[in-house]
């Protein structure tokens, strides 16, 4: 067929039928004077954008449909599209873009007035209106990659030297030639794809528009960035709904591109494919930089506690101390000793930083190198030095934890105990039953955070005010984003085979996966299996009311309050007298003495009241002050609490206490 059309528009949809209306009446009013044709691919989407595209556009004689019946990859998708394309000219699009009312016909004025020009890409903005910085780009070259992965163009973005994979250096506000457009946004000549081909149908999603503009400039075209007209593209709304790990297919591209392109000798290779290995692993390190940063400051005070101590004693007692050749084994074997130990007591997360669990490890650790020393004299600490060392370390390894999470707020972390994050697998009105029962349960918290459907043409939808945030084909993905820590499945909904599959897919995400049968009347769990309705509480067996509990809660609550009226009560007491001011710290130290009196508990219910339920002694705190929610009242908590109750809580509950008071005095 012969060209007989100004533009044929090829947009490649998946699952984001909302952007693509918008996108399509954009269009309607950018191309005015121009004839065209739209060719939508449709790429298997499951969120119902076949069925509206039929049912919205079917009478537009512009508008071309190819529905794929499985995900054929961006470049493979866009090739069929230009298979059918008559324009003079080709505009690829994506479908989560919106179009400028000029844009069209001044990139159309472009092209007509600049016969060099093979292919063009116009400004792109992020939604909130700064310069997307793959609109423009150069080829990752070993310079310009290097640069790109040690940070050098983000540290120097004005220096042309260091700033050119994004070009950073270059006003965004002129038009010029560069190596690479956005795939986004490409407009070309028909007789320029007649010429190169269509996209590289081994890059199935990123790469493959570096790879046309490479080809294209190969073939003696020139590949411009045009600054007189914008859109808006509102970037990864595909890759939200999808199960693609897009990080990991990125870096495949990069390196695909590299192999094609740019292996001229060996060395180059090698640079290109360090720099990309590189650029993986940073971003891999990045969202771990807490769990690094925790055990290199634990190693270094380790160490600089282990070497002070050893000096004291060796002052002391006028023992010579180790020989100097021995120094790496002496100080570092027992540092990280102490890691391993911390790593396994679940003190490096990623996300928080745990005070307590740093002090278990202490504890563990402590006990773990005395023992050490009856097996390895030769290099063995004396018991002086250990007990100085590890006295100095329950000071500094939890010093430093609690100056950054009270005043620079790192490492804060909700409770996951007191509320989970959850997620119900089925939208139907068995999911949605299930998630107003989890709600208003007694004896557990949960944060509903959404549904999870089956199909993509249900997300976004609100159901009796619970949002379904995503599908079990993404749902890894949301568990990760959303930090969820329990997965509740509707066997009613699914079947044990879909469970199984999202249930393997998931296995590293430190998530616990419970199944609830169809009279709603059980909710099984890896660990335990507990009633979904709220049973006399009477009959409910509580932690706090077991025999052993009460004798370990009474002695810890007795030798505690000993130490802070010996060491810590006198001096409270003489602030409040001088100054006649009580903050909530000073209210906290100055009713301890209730505690030994046993009228009260260092941790427990608000009030201890309850006539139905032993639920343990008055607290000075609980977890009705740490969480402070209007949303659950405190009889709730209180029943947590007791349901729930261990030395190791009271403990957590104690130090969450300690935080809150000292933050609300910052």
Known sequence: MGIDLDLSIIIVNYNVKEFLQNLLHSINKSARGI???????????DDGSVEFIKEKFFSTPEIKLIVNSTNAGFGKANNQG????????????????????????KMFKFFESTPEAGIAGCKILNPDGTLQLACRRSFPGPWTSFCKVTGLSSIFPKSKIFARYNLTYLDENQTYEVDAISGSFMMMRKEVYEKVGGFDEDFFMYGEDLDLCYRIQKAGY????????????YKGESTKRSSLDETKIFYEAMNLFVKKHLSSSFLVELILHSAISFRKFFAWLGRRKLIFLSAILDFIIFNLSLYFSNKIYVKISGWHGFPFYSYPIIFTIPALLH???????????????????????????????????????????????????????????????????????????????????????????????????LKTKQTDLHSISGLIAQSNKEVGKIVNGFEIIGTIDNIRKVISERKIREVIFSSEELTYNQMMAIVSSCQNENVEFKIVGNNLDFLV????????????????????????????????????????????????????????????????????????????????????????????????????????KDSIDSDKLDIMYAKNQSIWLDLEILGKTLNKMWGNRA
């Not at 004839?35 to 989407?45: F, M, Q, T």
């Not at 020139?222 to 593209?233: A, N, R, W």
């Not at 009105?429 to 299930?434: D, E, G, P, R, T």
């Open 525 to 628: 769990g890896k660990t335990s299996v507990s009633l979904l309705d709220d049973m006399p509480l009477i009959e409910i067996n509580y932690n706090i009311s077991q025999p052993i509990m009460k004798l370990l809660k009474s002695s810890f609550d007795f030798v505690l309050a000993s130490i802070v009226l010996i060491f810590i009560f006198p001096f409270i007491y003489l602030i409040v007298k001088v100054t006649k001011k009580q903050s909530e710290f000073n209210k906290f130290i100055l009713n301890v003495p209730h505690i030994i009196t046993r009228k009260m508990s260092f941790v427990g219910p608000k009030h201890a009241d309850n006539k139905n339920l032993y639920l343990g002694k008055q607290g000075l705190t609980g977890f009705w002050y740490i969480e402070n």
């Open 339 to 437: 890691l391993f130990v911390a790593s396994l007591s679940g003190v490096y997360k990623k996300d928080s930083l745990s005070v307590l669990k740093n002090l278990a490890a202490i504890f563990i650790s402590f006990i773990l190198l005395s023992a050490s020393t009856f097996f390895f004299k030769q290099y063995a600490y004396s018991r002086a030095t250990v007990l100085i060392t590890y006295s100095i370390l329950i000071f500094s390894l939890s010093f430093w934890r609690v100056i950054l999470k009270v005043f620079f707020k790192v490492g804060l972390n909700k409770d996951e105990l007191t509320n989970k994050r959850t997620i119900i697998v089925g939208s139907n009105s068995h999911a949605v039953y299930l998630a107003e029962k």
């Open 35 to 45: 004839s065209y044709e739209i060719i939508i691919v449709d790429n298997a989407s």
């Open 82 to 105: 230009l298979a059918q394309a008559n324009g003079k000219y080709i505009l690829l699009l994506n479908p989560d873009t919106l179009l400028g009312e000029d844009t069209i016909q």
């Open 222 to 233: 020139k590949v411009f960035y045009v600054h007189s007209t914008q859109i808006i593209h």
